[in-house]
């Protein structure tokens, strides 16, 4: 078994541990109800996580994802209640804005060396500026006029969550783009090792830019729906720590952060295992304060992961 397959079935045996022991602690948690409510988180953050996978093997890391959503989910309804945008004219210019803030990222790190991390600590700050800084610190929402437009993240289909049909559409999209095309074989290839794939021809510059154009894409689109799913948006909390649900579900789920490899279902898996690690931790009623000690504790774990089937390929190398 290879170690991505390895890593997939062993995060679904996680996930399928952890959601047995909880129903069989609290039968509550099968409920219609509560799976429905899981499902919808899972597809709501599993944007932001997708959005992270494809920084992380290119061999980078995003710091900002969750202020970049913050960005577009404040200004979505600041820009149709307060300026007339239309929604359709109001949410395409925050993607494209979101778009262009993720091709700012890559050509800072490519053109002038700066590191990713400074990059997107630096763009965290910045873009949660604007947010409050634009909306006027003023909690920002849809009111009743656009009920129609919240469905896109409160409706159901077929009693499946809207949501969840996004994402899988965008799953879909993302694995077609790493494993069928040329510049998602690029960016796989960039990841693993990036002097190497220069010297094949790899425009590895702007394969790095495209990663962080297309995660700053996905966090604009996450953002939209989040702010269609609360409603209510308070510009300086809202989208807080997104980015660690976001890396720890990628990294959870087998994507290395040395770059080069990871899977759009070990993705979901993680973003799914995460989600339902936080429903278990309040029908548990063990306390919410150790929300980011679970994530910290996911994060240590993928990495130690990691690098314990890194040192066992390696050995099975020279064997």
Same mark, same amino acid.
């Given at each position: 078994m290879t170690g991505a397959k390895g890593r997939i079935v062993g995060v679904a045996a996680l996930l399928v541990c952890v959601m047995g022991a909880t129903a069989a602690l609290n039968p509550d948690f099968l409920g219609s109800g509560n799976l429905q409510n899981i499902l919808r988180w899972t597809s709501l953050f599993g944007v932001l996580s997708l959005a992270a996978a494809l920084v992380i093997i290119s061999g980078g890391i995003d710091l900002s994802l969750g202020s970049v959503a913050a960005l577009s989910g404040a200004l979505v309804p600041w820009l149709l209640r307060h300026h007339g945008f239309? @929604? !359709? /004219?109001?949410? /395409?210019? $925050?993607?494209? #804005?979101c778009t $262009?803030? #993720? &091709?700012l990222h890559g050509l800072l790190i490519t053109r002038l #060396?700066?590191? @990713?991390f400074v990059v997107t600590l630096c763009g965290l700050l910045i873009y949660r500026g604007l947010a409050r800084t634009l909306t006027g610190e003023q909690v920002t929402g849809y009111g009743l006029?656009?009920?129609g437009l919240r469905q896109l993240a409160i409706g159901r289909w077929f009693e499946i969550p809207i @949501?969840?049909?996004f994402l899988a559409a965008l799953a879909l999209l993302v694995h077609l783009f790493l494993a069928r095309s040329v510049p998602g074989r690029w960016l796989c290839a960039t990841g693993r090792n990036p002097v190497a794939a220069r010297l094949c021809g790899v425009p590895t510059n702007g394969v790095t830019t495209l990663a962080y154009a297309l995660a700053a894409l996905l966090a604009g689109v996450g953002g939209v729906l989040f702010s269609l799913d609360l409603n209510s948006v308070? @510009?300086?909390?809202? #989208?807080?720590s997104y980015e660690l649900y976001a890396i720890?579900? /990628? &990294?959870? !789920?087998g994507c290395s952060l040395r770059g080069g490899e990871g899977t759009v279902l070990g993705v979901l898996l993680g973003t799914a295992l995460i989600r339902v690690l936080y429903n278990a931790t309040n029908l548990l009623g063990i306390p919410t304060q150790l929300e980011y000690a679970i994530i910290g504790g996911v994060i240590l774990a993928g990495v130690v992961a990691d690098e314990l089937l890194r040192r066992l390929r390696a050995r099975r190398a020279t064997d």
């Open positions: 239309s @929604p !359709g /004219a109001a949410i /395409a210019v $925050l993607l494209l #804005g $262009l803030l #993720g &091709v #060396g700066l590191q @990713p006029e656009h009920d @949501p969840t049909f308070t @510009p300086a909390q809202f #989208g807080q720890a579900a /990628a &990294v959870l !789920g």
